[in-house]
């Protein structure tokens, strides 16, 4: 029978609740257990998949075509383990499973109320995930102790362990101890309030892992297990990373978290193998060289818009033991030609476009692939980044001055970028989107096919428009080279471009498939040439105190 932690945080949102579940989740999968995990989120909407990125945040697509919560790509990236749609429920879902089943009629006549009903509903979801081939379950808990929406899903985790008995559940709360300046000191009362608070609603934490500025000493370990009622090697310090969030499973190690869970669930496991990690952490906090890429998006000032994005170029850096420095572009700033004039300042070694939807800011992310097509810089162009890219080289290789997306013009004559027919038609019934892991063909003898070293992938999409074959022999004529189709040759899913170093635009999300430990192939090259590119203009090394830093 699979066991169950749960996950809940207090005190304060944004604490890394999801990097600590996939840090955990990493080391129960590295001491040989098969884990499953999972986060329950508190809105109202089904799926994030309609909300503002300033909202919530990136929206992660999983193999199985869920748009989920941007968790899901950390539990990702640390186990290296595919999640699905049933790794990710919101209260919109279970409401409308349950008014549903209302409405069929099953449940006969009674009362439909949130307890039993909704928190009956919760339930299944997590055990939904517990089969018998699955070991661990972990289910984290979106949003703070406290919050009013959060109630039936703590109702539920609580009856659980009822249900299942509680030598098979263990509770872990996420808190944070401030720090403060004036007083010099770090507080551990909200940290009480908040375990008083899960207390009062029937859960007492078995481990509470503090998030803090400041190493704790023994005495404030010692306040927390005793006020919390935990044991004392049940307080587990996770200070905030110096290089890189993929030190936290090493701190966890270190104090013990893996022997611990181990322990309380009576796990027959011995030590996490976690060498490749370690090896890897080691090759972050010491890089040989830098590059500077610039990403030219929409939503640049929200922090998480582009977090796999991010996350893959630093995966990628990895494998060549290169630190990537970001360089966020507003893409509205190009519009207003600052944007150029930052790039000759700043001289990124790479440029990269992104996905994303409608027409803000597209003008100044063409100027910025311009930029990188003429001055033969390595760019990389994802989902509307190849959009992008195609409209580019139409409007100033091909000669199709006023080439666009119909998703900006539908009424232009030059929609280089279009609906295909069919799914016109699902357009016009509300329209849907292409969601979930694809086929792709790829051609012999490109940068593609060489950096997949294979014939077939699949990488996962997220978008309603396509390149439009009519114009295919047109760029193929002009040294635009369509690299990657499905595979029954209707769709073009990769472009790039015969006279240029490193020219690459996707139509589907590399970046969801990116991990620390297994960087994604068109990153590893879009950062190689990038690195090629620094190197050629002696500009790959690294600044003076980072050096001093690998002296020493
Ligand atoms: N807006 C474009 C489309 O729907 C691109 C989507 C994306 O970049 N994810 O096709």
């Known amino acids: 029978m699979a066991k169950h932690i749960f996950v809940t945080g207090g005190v304060v949102s944004s604490l890394g609740k999801g990097l600590t579940t996939a840090a955990v989740g990493l080391l129960l999968k590295r001491m040989g257990l098969k884990v499953k995990l999972q986060k329950l989120d508190p ?148 940290t009480q309030q908040s375990v008083g608070e899960l207390r009062r609603i029937g859960i007492q934490p078995d481990v509470l892992i503090v998030r803090t500025e400041k190493h704790l000493t023994d005495d404030h370990k010692k306040k927390m297990a005793l006020f919390c009622n935990v044991d004392r090697d049940a307080v587990i310090e996770e200070k905030d990373v110096e290089h890189s969030i993929y030190e936290v499973p090493l701190m966890l190690i270190e104090q013990g978290l893996d022997q611990l869970v181990a322990e309380r669930l009576s796990l027959p496991v011995g030590r996490p193998r976690i060498r490749d990690w370690i090896d890897m952490v080691e090759v972050v906090k010491h890089p040989k060289h830098r590059v500077r890429i610039a990403v030219a998006g929409k939503y640049i000032q929200h922090q998480d818009a582009y977090k796999s994005v991010y996350e893959a170029l630093k995966h990628a850096g990895i494998a060549h033991k290169t630190e990537v420095e970001l360089l966020p572009i507003e893409a509205e700033d190009f519009e207003k030609r600052n944007g150029l004039k930052r790039f000759n300042k700043d001289k990124p070694h790479g440029i990269l476009v992104p996905g994303g939807f409608g027409q803000r800011g597209t003008e100044g992310k063409v100027a910025a692939i311009r930029f990188a097509r003429e001055n033969r810089i390595p760019y990389f162009g994802l989902c509307l980044g190849m959009q992008l890219a195609v409209i580019e080289f139409g409007r100033n290789v091909c000669g199709l001055d006023s080439a666009t997306s119909s998703e900006f013009d539908p009424k232009s004559a030059q929609c280089v970028i279009d609906l295909m027919p069919d799914q016109r038609e699902i357009a016009q019934k509300g329209g849907t989107m292409r969601l979930g892991a694809y086929p792709c063909a790829l051609r012999d003898g490109t940068k593609a096919r060489a950096a997949y070293a294979a014939e077939q992938v699949s990488e996962r999409h997220r978008h309603r428009y396509e390149f439009n074959n009519q114009y295919r022999e047109q760029y193929e004529h002009r040294g635009m080279i369509f690299s990657g189709l499905s595979p029954d040759g209707r769709l073009v899913e990769i472009v790039e471009l015969a006279d240029h170093p490193w020219f690459l635009a996707v139509q589907f999300h590399p970046e969801f498939k990116s991990t620390p430990i297994q960087p994604h192939p068109l990153f590893r090259d879009f950062i190689g040439a990038a690195l090629q590119y620094a190197k050629d203009h002696q500009d790959a090394a690294l600044p003076a105190d980072k050096k001093e830093e690998r002296v020493g």
């Open 43 to 190: 809105y109202i909407n089904v799926d994030p998949g309609t909300m503002n990125p300033y909202e919530h945040g990136e929206v992660y697509v999983t193999e199985d075509g869920a748009e989920t919560d941007l968790d899901l790509g950390h539990y990702e990236r640390f186990t290296g383990d595919y999640v699905s749609r049933h790794s990710n429920y919101t209260t919109g879902q279970i409401y409308q499973t349950v008014i549903q089943k209302e409405r069929r009629g099953d449940f006969l006549g009674k009362t439909v109320q949130v307890v039993p009903h909704i928190v009956d509903e919760i339930k299944r979801c997590i055990l939904a995930l517990a089969d018998d081939e699955t070991d661990v379950v972990i289910t984290e808990i979106g949003g703070t102790v406290g919050d009013i929406e959060s109630l039936p899903f703590l109702e539920a985790i609580r009856q659980l362990r009822y249900d299942l008995h509680s030598r098979n559940c263990l509770y872990m709360h996420l808190t944070l101890v401030p720090y403060i300046k004036a007083a010099g000191e770090i507080k551990t009362k909200p």
